[in-house]
């Protein structure tokens, strides 16, 4: 057993950073609760899991560096990528709070700062999207005007979606800050976007009925009254990671696998390349992994690189995405109906 320093930063009030050090031991599973099902790294894992990354230093082949993980800064990174190679690119960038990434800390910036920050790393991508690609960016509520002003310069904004993340902390003096914004963009008018991949099966409130007494755009089935509703621009129905879901690790603001399964089915289709600049602990590629897409990750942690490689190789013997299952986005709380089929 080993001890090491894990920092903590905590926001409250909303302006207020509290970073918190503790000393912990080695962060092995059985030092934890029973019901935790984080996944951790050993520090064998570690080791094997550093000799899978990548590190550019001259200019790659996409054959070079499909489904990897790419251990640099981005913004070494990028001027070596091909051209047009990206289908879709899914940037979760540090949101304009202080914060620590392990290795790193993002200092919050005055909001111009913020803007000329991500948009010196935006317009280098333009010569890596293809035409027809699709364009994700996350951002909370500060930092995501920046980001809007920032994303219309240089592609087609088609939407805001906004995701309740439940999660977050109470306010005496504020509302409880509990929502992101995910702003989608495209290169042109011809993208991809399968509707039919990402309908939402809700339980029926009010099971009306037709003259003919026949369901009225739902369906009757021993587990409830299910109806396919097109999704809309808000999204409820998952949360951010916690303890007990087997896809949470010690990254401070992982996202949710269902959050990414509906924007990969959304607006990719099998085998085509999607990218994300800033992996974190590997969400992305985890899920284009298990959608039968091709992946490349970059991601300037090496811890968080490593817990990466140890989820793309779990999800190499379990696929399952939770909220999704048979082909189906569920609502929350419908796990015993998830179970028995519900159709
Ligand atoms: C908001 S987190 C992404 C979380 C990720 N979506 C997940 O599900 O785990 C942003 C990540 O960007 C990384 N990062 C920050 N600056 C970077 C840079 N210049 N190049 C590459 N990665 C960077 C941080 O270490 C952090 O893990």
């Given at each position: 057993?080993?001890?090491s ?5 905590m926001?409250?009030n ?25 996944i951790v ?6 080791s094997l ?7 550019l ?11 990897t993980?790419?251990?640099?800064d ?29 290795s ?8 111009e700062?913020y803007a000329s ?6 317009i ?14 996350c951002s909370d ?7 809007h ?18 999660k ?5 003096t504020?509302?409880k800050?509990?929502?992101?914004d995910?702003w989608?963009?495209?290169?042109s ?8 991949a ?5 339980k029926?409130?009010?099971?009306y009925?037709d003259?003919?007494g026949n369901?009225?755009?739902?369906e009757e089935s ?8 097109y ?5 409820t129905?998952?949360?951010?990671p ?10 401070p603001?992982q ?6 399964a509906?924007?990969i ?6 085998d085509?390349?999607i990218?994300?600049?800033f992996l ?9 992994k298990k959608?039968?897409?091709?992946y490349?990750?970059?991601?300037i942690d090496?811890?968080?690189c490593c ?7 779990l999800?190499?013997?379990d696929?399952?995405i939770?909220?999704?299952s ?6 929350r709380?419908?796990l ?5 089929g519900?159709?």
């Amino acid at each position: 057993m080993t001890l090491s320093p894990l920092r903590h930063t905590m926001s409250y009030n909303n302006s207020t950073t509290l970073v918190m050090e503790f000393w912990v031991i080695e962060m092995v599973k059985g030092n934890r609760g029973d019901r935790n099902r984080s996944i951790v790294l050993s520090t064998q894992e570690k080791s094997l899991y550093l000799s899978h990354l990548l590190r550019l230093d001259k200019p790659v082949s996409i054959e070079t560096i499909a489904n990897t993980t790419i251990n640099q800064d981005i913004f070494h990174a990028i001027p070596l990528l091909p051209d047009q190679c990206i289908d879709l690119l899914f940037i979760d960038p540090p949101y304009n709070i202080t914060k620590s990434f392990n290795s790193t800390v993002f200092r919050k910036r005055g909001l111009e700062d913020y803007a000329s920050w991500f948009a010196s790393f935006i317009i280098q991508f333009t010569r890596l999207l293809k035409p027809t690609a699709s364009i994700y960016v996350c951002s909370d509520w500060r930092s995501s005007s920046a980001i809007h002003y920032t994303l219309e310069q240089y592609f087609i904004v088609r939407n805001r979606i906004t995701w309740e993340r439940e999660k977050g902390r109470g306010a005496m003096t504020n509302w409880k800050n509990c929502s992101e914004d995910i702003w989608f963009c495209t290169m042109s008018d011809n993208y991809t976007f399968n509707v039919n991949a990402v309908k939402l099966k809700r339980k029926v409130l009010a099971p009306y009925k037709d003259t003919n007494g026949n369901p009225k755009d739902w369906e009757e089935s021993e587990a409830g009254d299910f109806r396919f509703t097109y999704p809309s621009n808000i999204w409820t129905d998952m949360t951010v990671p916690f303890w007990s879901m087997p896809e949470n690790t010690d990254h401070p603001t992982q996202k949710p696998e269902k959050l990414l399964a509906k924007i990969i089915l959304a607006s990719s289709l099998p085998d085509q390349l999607i990218f994300d600049p800033f992996l974190g602990s590997g969400t992305t590629s985890v899920v284009a992994k298990k959608l039968a897409r091709t992946y490349i990750g970059v991601e300037i942690d090496e811890t968080y690189c490593c817990l990466a490689e140890k989820r793309l190789d779990l999800a190499t013997k379990d696929s399952a995405i939770q909220g999704y299952s048979q082909g189906v986005f569920w609502e929350r709380n419908t796990l015993i109906e998830q179970r028995t089929g519900g159709a």
